[in-house]
């Protein structure tokens, strides 16, 4: 069976353990929060409570044999092995699926993007007891739970400051989080949380405008997006930053093709500046922009942005920067519709 995360919390409060569970997605702060949730749930003890990482494929016997082990004054254990899973390893904890212990919860985590139907550890962890997806979250998704986040510290973090966080720090959410805390410490007792506050708690500058590159990339300005670029791989790590810069420029298109169906669909310019946060002074030219590109091209762009995350994500020998580099002249060379800058 295939659970999401609300879910398991539904079952887990109602007191109801499944026997396996199998986490897969790349929300892997979604993870670990879900298996802080369990353990929670079940009390656990340390004579009840066994949690292997790493290495897994070495260590499958050590924690089979902690699946077979009787709980200790208690009516159930819980064991979780967090790490790389070899083909063995699969195997075994598939094989172990078909008859799994009644008085044993054993957690399996996974990476990978989605469940494969075929692989034989998802089927028997979905037939014992249930594979639970955790995908990356969405635009939308990180800013609603940047605001939640800070409503529970008693604080009012602005639209604007939510949408700068996850515009410099994608949507990864134990990044997100870290961010969230430092800007809050910053603040001090101030109540609301501007985009002032996020500006100067993570020291941008003009130059370093966590917004720029969205705006030059959604106007196609070459020359300027690539002096940008420049700009953000010259300062620290810069495969971390070339996956932000893919995080804002993938945004960008992804804004531009939700902008231009909703004028398709007769929506006025209020509702599309409401729906994508836009502003009426910074984005005074977003929708002239947008009528020199049509949807066609928008589609095409969004997947050479997809083409780039795939490619990044599984090869690992490629150049983060500098594949970025070509998708930003991919994107802004001048073709039959849009501009080149």
Not at 16 to 40: S, T, W
Not at 166 to 192: H, M, N, Q, Y
Not at 223 to 243: G, I, W, Y
Not at 313 to 340: D, F, M, N, P, Y
Request: with cysteine; charged share 30%.
């Amino acid at each position: 069976m295939e659970l999401r995360h609300a879910d398991l919390l539904k079952e887990w409060k109602a007191g109801n353990f499944r026997p396996v569970y199998y986490f897969i997605g790349e929300d892997g702060a979604g993870q670990a929060e879900a298996a802080v949730q369990l353990k929670a749930a079940l009390r656990c003890d340390s004579f009840n409570l066994a949690e292997f990482s790493g290495d897994i494929g070495g260590q499958t016997a050590a924690i089979l044999a902690e699946c077979s082990t009787l709980p200790v004054f208690a009516d159930r254990r819980l064991v979780l092995a967090r790490g790389k899973l070899t083909a063995e390893a699969r195997t075994a904890f598939a094989e172990y699926s078909k008859h799994p212990s009644p008085s044993t919860t054993l957690l399996l985590f996974s990476e990978e993007r989605k469940p494969d139907p075929t692989n034989a550890l998802v089927k028997a962890a979905s037939h014992a007891g249930a594979v639970c997806v955790f995908p990356a979250l969405k635009e939308g998704e990180a800013l609603a739970r940047l605001q939640a986040e800070a409503k529970k510290a008693g604080r009012r973090l602005s639209p604007q400051a939510a949408e700068a966080l996850v515009s410099e720090a994608g949507t990864d959410w134990s990044i997100l989080r870290s961010e969230l805390e430092k800007v809050l410490l910053f603040t001090g007792p101030s109540p609301e949380v501007t985009l002032t506050h996020v500006a100067s708690c993570l020291g941008w500058s003009k130059d370093a405008d966590p917004f720029a590159l969205s705006r030059l990339i959604q106007a196609r300005q070459l020359k300027d997006s690539l002096a940008q670029l420049k700009r953000l791989f010259e300062q620290d790590k810069p495969n971390d930053q070339a996956f932000k810069a893919l995080f804002q420029i993938q945004g960008a298109i992804q804004k531009q093709l939700r902008a231009k169906r909703m004028l398709r669909e007769r929506s006025s310019e209020d509702a599309v500046f409401s729906a994508l946060r836009l502003n009426r002074w910074w984005d005074k030219d977003y929708l002239g922009t947008l009528k020199l590109i049509d949807e066609k091209r928008l589609c095409r762009d969004l997947k050479a942005c997809l083409e780039t995350e795939i490619s990044l994500k599984s090869k690992s020998w490629l150049s983060a920067s500098q594949e970025i580099e070509r998708l930003v002249i991919r994107l802004c060379s001048r073709g039959k519709t849009g501009q080149a800058g």
